[in-house]
């Protein structure tokens, strides 16, 4: 796409102490995988004497995982040196994993980062926009308990995710893009989102169907895969986190929202409306959008329903968005919705263009 900017992060890759401890595993192989730990729930185990979770030494992987070594894979590891709460993840850590990525991408045939499963589907959104031209598997995955639980999910989790990773098909990766691995289902990484804090089944892509499901054999929906071209790999900065949210309620004030259009050097607004992407249509409200529109402030349109999405004009709510210059945000998410907004936001794109490409399907997170 146009506007991409390729970047090396030297600058932030210095100033970050969260790097890097390799382990390597020796093991007859086929293929290579990277995993990356990145922290989350999947790397904690309990201390015997005081029960309290700690980081998990990632020295121990073979050790608590042994079904690891049956993999006819080159396994290496590479762990955040201070790993990182998922509720912490910032973008410059997204560019952090997005540059060991390609720092690694020639020596690797795809990539495991694990992460917490909090803000997991925030950073593979981001990672499908940053990661331009990605032809290799790119799994994230997690757990809702750690490794060391007897009842824990983190060993399927990672096992599947690194056989994801290394399936071959027809010479090439089965799955040549982001995506999130969890509880027997692999989604798209911009169209999901976590659905429950408490079942394993922790994510969901309500406007997606799954890339693949984990039986007694890993079935992949080929038609659904992101189909890549030949390119070579280009990672996209992520440099413009001047983003608010409005989520609608009834009875949201004129003063609230009001604030929120003023405040200093924003330039984009995420609308969470009603349904279909309805919304009051107090005179108030619809003056005070024109006032941020002419600010030159982007306004994206999308719905508070977890299924389907805006379909703005459809109904006399929203048939004044069209006029004033909101942007539907058709089926995203809004993970998805945040993360191309910073990327676009940081390219040299008018407001005009980006307005253009938020209604245009980028990595697959919006249908058309």
């Known amino acids: 796409m146009a506007g991409g900017t390729e970047a090396s992060f030297e600058n932030c890759i210095i100033n970050q102490k969260r790097y890097l401890r390799s382990i390597r595993y020796d093991i007859v192989f086929m293929n290579s995988i990277l995993i990356i730990y990145t922290g989350g729930t999947i790397g904690m185990i309990r201390d015997e004497e005081s029960g309290a979770l700690k980081t998990f030494d990632f020295d121990s992987l073979i050790h608590e995982i042994p079904e690891i070594k049956k993999f006819k894979s080159k396994i290496e590891a590479i762990s955040f040196e201070e790993p990182i709460d998922s509720s912490n993840m910032q973008p410059e850590d997204w560019m952090a994993i997005a540059q ?8 690797h045939d795809g990539f495991v980062v694990l992460h917490g499963s909090d803000t997991m589907a925030y950073t593979a959104s981001a990672l499908s926009f940053m990661l331009e031209n990605l032809n290799k598997p790119v799994i994230l995955t997690g757990s809702q308990l750690p490794i060391g639980e007897i009842r824990t999910d983190a060993k399927e989790n990672l096992i599947t995710a690194i056989e994801i990773a290394s399936t071959i098909k027809n010479g090439k990766p089965a799955v040549p893009e982001v995506a999130i691995y969890f509880e027997y289902d692999l989604y798209r990484g911009n169209r999901s989102t976590k659905s429950n804090a408490e079942d394993f089944e922790a994510f969901s892509s309500p406007n997606y169907p799954v890339l693949a499901e984990a039986g007694v054999s890993l079935k992949f929906n080929h038609s659904a895969i992101y189909k890549p071209n030949d390119k070579n790999l280009k990672i996209n900065k992520f ?17 609230v929202i009001f604030s929120i259009i003023n405040t200093p050097n924003l330039k984009a607004i995420v609308l969470e409306t009603f349904g ?23 306004i994206l349109n999308i719905s508070q329903c977890e299924g389907g999405g805006v379909s ?21 998410t809004y993970e998805a919705a945040v ?3 910073m990327y676009l936001l940081g390219t040299d794109l008018t407001t005009q263009e980006i307005k253009n490409w938020l209604q245009k399907p980028l990595r697959g997170e919006i249908t058309l």
């Open 100 to 107: 060991t990525i390609y720092d690694n991408y020639n020596q």
């Open 239 to 255: 440099s413009d986190n001047h983003i608010a949210t409005i989520k609608l309620y009834p009875g949201i004030s004129e003063e």
């Open 276 to 298: 279909a992407g309805n919304a009051s249509t107090q005179l108030w409200f619809i003056n005070l959008l024109i006032v941020a529109v002419e600010k030159n402030i982007i």
């Open 312 to 332: 703005q004009g459809k109904y006399e709510t929203s048939s004044a968005f069209n006029k004033i210059g909101v942007i539907s945000g058709a089926d995203m």
């Open 339 to 341: 993360a191309k907004l």
